[in-house]
């Protein structure tokens, strides 16, 4: 049997708010943190009742500093959660100690209800629906558990074909229409949640990312409800996915007529099936197939803080950055640049295998090719626009200069560590801001500049570390001369591969670092 909604799943830009919103605002329990089962590198967050039943769920896959979406025809426009019809003048109050905004109430098809947009943008709405409440409200929160947010009350999806999408959702979903409002077709399932249909000829169309929805998942009891469903749908035109095992439920997925994309879940396993329910949400867990180890994962994906625990204030600077906090940080601060196509979290893993209790300040280049970040602009795999390098290393100097202040670090005391590209900005940076950068790591580095300007680099000390088999490598001797002869204190090694890096570098960055630490 299908009856109602399993879950909702968005998209936010930045965890810490969407953290601050759902589980600090509104009450609602963290009970699954998870890598992203499509892609091991996006945080997946899920917030419930305090089992994390099904009809619960609000999920919201992470994508840190991505681009933002659109919101329009093929996608879901709002989310309603399910509170005691009592309890608006409670959130409302609320949101205006938070500081808020908010419209309403309003009455919509007989209950109260009270509009709010989250970090994102994502209209959210609190809906006072008197026989819709969880079977294990959450009163784990700051909220009395009268006014605690219950469970999902439904969604509305946009579309410019409101007949077929209401006649698909009432055909293999189990909704029936309940009544209409204007362009609004109300349908209720079984379990008592909605769908409002939304006739949207005339809208724009919806566009994926970030502020945006991006799926409705249907409860389905068990898998041969679920195998019925996906014969009944492969019948039609709906081309449903294949079978996905999610760990916490089976799924499929299918785009009905207007183009919403829409899942089926089973109930079972559900959330307790790796942690017991009075621990949920204290864990990451990784997919069982991920690429990426859950060590890496843990260093790569963005951190947060639940509310009132202490957490790193990000702060908007003119480079996309991240931080990695170790459980036990020692007070040494890595800078690290990617190569290109990279992104701010690419070197973590290795330099987390490199200095396990440092923290890792990760930049991401703003020049892009081919739609992949760099940090400047080449015109041939050995040739570079020199504008470009010295604009870009201008502006880098200006985030560093910021990030010192604003997350009180010690610039005597930070080490630089860049690869390829990224390093090539670096060495650039010894000549165009000298006083900048004192300490470094340059791995499978070149010199790019034309014309180097004279600079003093006594006091920096440099490593260099290129692959013997790299087409780049043959250029690292005379890198290594130009800095000595500058002054730096240069210290080199070449290691038997090629441009890549690995595990070989990292017993050569840990040697030199003891070194200089001595």
Same mark, same amino acid.
């Given at each position: ?21 759902? *589980? ?12 992203? %089962? ?20 609000? +999920? ?51 209950? /109260? ?41 439904? &969604? ?18 189990? %909704? ?95 959330? +307790? ?14 997919? /069982?197939?991920? =690429? ?31 931080? %990695?906090?170790? /459980? ?51 015109? +041939? ?15 880098? *100097? ?17 080490? %630089? ?58 250029? &690292? ?31 050569? =960055? ?9």
């Amino acid at each position: 049997m299908v009856s109602g909604i399993h879950h909702i799943t968005a998209v936010t830009r930045k965890v810490q708010a969407n953290v601050d919103f759902y *589980a600090g605002f509104l009450g609602m329990r963290l009970v699954k943190q998870t890598a992203g %089962y499509e892609d091991a590198t996006q945080l997946h967050l899920f917030y419930g009742d305090a089992a994390g039943t099904p009809g619960s769920l609000l +999920t919201f896959l992470t994508w840190e500093d991505g681009a933002p979406g659109r919101a329009g025809y093929g996608q879901i426009s709002e989310i309603s959660l399910s509170i005691n019809p009592t309890s608006i003048g409670y959130w409302l109050t609320r949101a205006m100690s938070f500081g808020l905004s908010s419209e309403g109430p309003a009455d919509e098809f007989g209950e /109260p209800v009270l509009r709010l947009k989250d970090p994102d943008n994502i209209i959210l709405k609190l809906a006072g629906a008197k026989k819709l409440a969880s079977p294990a409200a959450w009163d784990g929160a700051s909220i009395p558990v009268e006014h605690a947010v219950q469970r999902l009350r439904g &969604a509305t999806m946009l579309t410019e074909k409101p007949a077929e999408s209401r006649t698909f959702l009432e055909t293999h979903f189990g %909704y029936r229409f309940q009544a209409s409002r204007g362009t609004i077709d109300r349908l209720v399932s079984q379990s008592g949640d909605i769908i409002d249909v939304r006739d949207a000829r005339g809208f724009w169309s919806g566009a994926p990312g970030t502020g945006t929805v991006d799926h409705v998942a249907f409860r389905a009891a068990d898998e041969e409800t679920l195998l019925s469903v996906r014969k009944a749908l492969e019948a039609t035109d709906a081309s449903p996915t294949n079978m996905h095992d999610r760990k916490y439920f089976r799924s499929l997925y299918a785009r009905e007529p207007g183009g919403t994309l829409v899942e089926l879940a089973t109930d079972k396993p559900g959330m +307790t099936v790796d942690e017991e329910q009075a621990a949920l949400g204290g864990k990451l867990f990784a997919p /069982p197939e991920a =690429i990426t180890n859950l060590h890496d994962l843990k260093v790569m994906l963005p951190q947060f803080s639940m509310p009132g625990q202490p957490r790193v204030n990000y702060r908007e600077l003119p480079f996309v950055h991240r931080f %990695y906090t170790p /459980p036990d940080p020692d007070g040494s601060v890595f800078v690290l640049l990617h190569g290109s196509g990279g992104n701010e979290t690419t070197l973590m893993p290795l330099l987390n295998k490199v200095a396990p209790r440092a923290t890792l300040l990760g930049v991401r280049g703003r020049a892009t090719e081919e739609g992949f970040p760099r940090w400047y602009k080449r015109i +041939t795999p050995f040739s570079f626009d020199q504008n470009d390098i010295k604009t870009e290393a201008e502006a880098f *100097a200006a985030f560093i200069e910021g990030a010192v202040k604003s997350y009180g670090l010690d610039p005597q005391k930070v080490v %630089y560590v860049g690869y390829s590209n990224g390093a090539n900005l670096l060495n650039s940076l010894l000549y165009l801001h000298p006083n900048l950068v004192h300490k470094a790591v340059l791995l499978r580095s070149m010199p790019v500049l034309s014309d180097y300007p004279h600079a003093d680099l006594k006091g920096t000390d440099l490593l260099v570390i290129s692959g013997k088999t790299d087409a780049y490598g043959k250029y &690292a001797s005379e890198l290594e001369e130009r800095l000595k002869s500058s002054g730096a204190t240069v210290d080199s090694d070449v290691i038997a591969g090629g441009h890549d890096l690995g595990d070989a570098d990292v017993p050569i =960055i840990q040697k030199w670092l003891l070194q200089e630490n001595r």
